[in-house]
């Protein structure tokens, strides 16, 4: 049964705890190790200017490798163990003194990729014909070297490490003015109790099956922010503005150049993203129109649109059932996928249940010399069977990764980071449709997935289409306004949802509570990471040849390759728009299936 009451940590069965006393049997063990970190770290600083040596440079790479690798290790350890109580002082006490550590680290090695620059691609070439076995750095060379145009000098570089701090103040400004200074009134509930609307409620507000209810919570929220509009417009505006000035100082053609050039991105794939999204939005308003229908509204409004087309009894589903539930959805990828999720869930990855102040929510996360650990808070419903193959996603990636790449390629970048988890989680929403008979829980599990869809493909590019506006606006020196930014968003609102939904004007201030366009360009991955997700569980289920093996082939790729390349070589090419259409064209399949059910 579910527990009633929240356990005290030591309540918790050993075997319902990720074992991280395989990391560290003991708090002296780590601090022995901390201790020796701190004596071996400096000696990286002693490399400095030595480089015009390969010897050199490969002794600092073994060296780098080693310290890298211990601090690592001390990290996720004392993290892991703070996150199982955050209330336990010697654990905040351990994870404070190794992050602060940590920022002193790195700065023993700030000199390395100007030195390596220095030296040119022709020393580079030449010092690894000399000594073999800096053969195996080469694609980290090769991304230092292909950034050479864009790395300024040793001493403008720590100008812009020390005003870094002050340019990243926009979006610190954004979080503390929705997070912390902003106040809503109190609304109404659905039993007629009037309860403070917060940021942190407001969800389940929205979801709220009484309309009255969801109205009253969506007009007070947005009204509120819409009081403070032209502030959140100059704090986007110099948040932009600070992202153009980094752009243009390190010389590249635009800022959406700067942010995916570094990772090899063409600009190409982000536009072509939202190309092949605007030619699809008639998928959406379908959904839209459907939703109307399955909802009985006269008029859908912005605030109808979270609400559940259907409700079905929560199912009570203990953690071995769920497991046993992710294993068949994971079954089309073969017998080895299975014994290493099997292996993770018995040797001790994952930290099951919620216990007093542990921290909530769910991630995978480990070290190249550590198991790939999972938090998980599990409360017994279908949707933490979902979070277990997301988590499980990402740790056997890691898993893979680490197995078959030398440290320094064991790492994936963000534009591969979300694939694994969510090919999981499509394999899984797959298997669950196609098994159920209940026509009103097939229904559900329908509506789920396409929820899925709209939420992560279609909205996060139209998020990317306003960033590509704002940025390119204000690159091209044409100042935006309040009432431009919301002229904007409420432009897109009506595009994106068609004639069957009423954008109310309330809705046209949404941008300003938006923190991810404070990291400029990141959103867009939200959506190619699910299409290319989409396309590997689509050729793992229509038993494409070799389908499963090009899937593995990805997984064992770690970041030895650039993120297009590496998707490439495992049979999704990012750069057309192939697997875009193909996350639209389940969505369409979807479409008619709840058509068929309805």
């Not at 106040?183 to 917060?198: A, H, M, S, W, Y």
């Not at 087309?309 to 071995?320: R, S, T």
């Amino acid at each position: 049964m579910a527990q009633n009451v929240l356990k005290n940590r030591d309540e918790i069965k050993e075997d319902d705890k990720w074992k991280i006393e395989k990391i560290y049997s003991s708090n002296d063990e780590w601090e022995k190790d901390f201790t020796k970190l701190k004596n071996e770290a400096p000696k990286l600083r002693e490399f400095q200017g030595k480089l015009n040596k390969p010897e050199m440079i490969l002794e600092y790479l073994k060296l780098s490798e080693k310290t890298s690798r211990l601090a690592e290790r001390l990290y996720v350890y004392a993290h892991l163990k703070s996150d199982e109580d955050t209330a336990n002082n010697e654990n905040q006490a351990r994870m404070s003194k190794v992050d602060s550590y940590m920022a002193e680290l790195s700065s023993y090695s700030a000199y390395f990729v100007p030195e390596i620059l220095s030296l040119g691609e022709n020393y580079i070439k030449k010092a690894i014909e000399e000594v073999a076995d800096l053969k195996e750095y080469e694609f980290i060379f090769e991304n230092i070297l292909k950034e050479k145009d864009h790395v300024l000098s040793k001493e403008m570089e720590e100008l812009m490490a020390q005003v870094s701090d002050c340019l990243d103040a926009p979006s610190s400004i954004q979080s503390m003015l929705s997070n912390a200074d902003m106040t809503f009134p109190k609304i109404k509930d659905e039993n007629g109790e009037l309860v403070e609307l917060t940021e942190g409620n407001y969800s389940s507000f929205i979801k709220s099956k009484d309309r009255v209810v969801r109205e009253e919570a969506f007009k007070t929220l947005f009204s509120e922010y819409n009081k403070l509009k032209n502030t959140f417009a100059t704090t986007l505006s110099s948040s932009i503005k600070n992202f153009s000035f980094d752009a243009r100082v390190r010389k590249y053609n635009s800022c959406l150049e700067a942010s995916l050039k570094p990772n090899n991105i063409p600009v190409e794939v982000y536009k072509e993203a939202l190309s092949t999204i605007d030619r699809n939005l008639s998928s959406l308003h379908r959904y839209i129109s459907l939703k109307k229908k399955m909802l009985g509204l006269e008029e859908m409004h912005m605030y109808d649109l979270y609400v559940p087309v259907i409700e079905i009894e929560k199912d009570h589903i203990e953690f071995d059932e769920g497991v046993k539930i992710a294993i068949d959805g994971l079954n089309p990828l073969g017998e080895e996928y299975l014994n290493i999720f099997k292996e993770g869930i018995n040797s001790g990855w994952i930290d099951k249940y919620q216990n007093k102040g542990k921290r909530g929510g769910a991630y995978s996360w480990g070290s190249y010399d550590t198991m790939p650990y999972v938090l998980l808070n599990y409360n017994y419903e279908l949707n933490d069977v979902s979070t277990l193959v997301h988590e499980m996603g990402h740790s056997i990636h890691s898993y893979y990764s680490r197995k078959n790449q030398p440290y320094f390629y064991a790492g994936y970048t963000l534009f591969c980071a979300e694939v694994a988890s969510t090919t999981n989680e499509a394999l899984l929403i797959h298997y669950l449709i196609d098994k159920e008979t209940d026509k009103k829980r097939k229904l559900y599990l329908i509506n789920q997935e396409l929820e899925q869809i709209r939420t992560t493909v279609f909205r996060q590019l139209m998020f990317a289409e306003f960033e590509l506006y704002t940025h390119e606006s204000i690159e091209s020196g044409n100042p935006l306004t309040a009432s431009e930014y919301s002229s904007k968003w409420h432009e897109l609102n009506v595009k994106y949802f068609g004639d069957d939904m009423v954008v109310d004007e309330e809705i046209d201030i949404e941008w300003a509570r938006i923190p991810h366009f404070y990291s400029d360009f990141y959103v867009y991955q939200y959506a190619t990471g699910y299409a290319a997700a989409s396309a590997f569980a689509n050729s793992i289920l229509n038993k494409e040849e070799n389908a499963v093996d090009k899937y593995k082939s990805f997984l064992k790729s770690g970041g030895s390759d650039y993120p297009i390349n590496i998707l490439k070589n495992a049979g999704v090419d990012m750069t057309t728009s192939k697997p875009l259409e193909a996350t639209i064209k389940r969505f369409n399949e979807l479409l008619d299936m709840l058509e068929e059910n309805l």
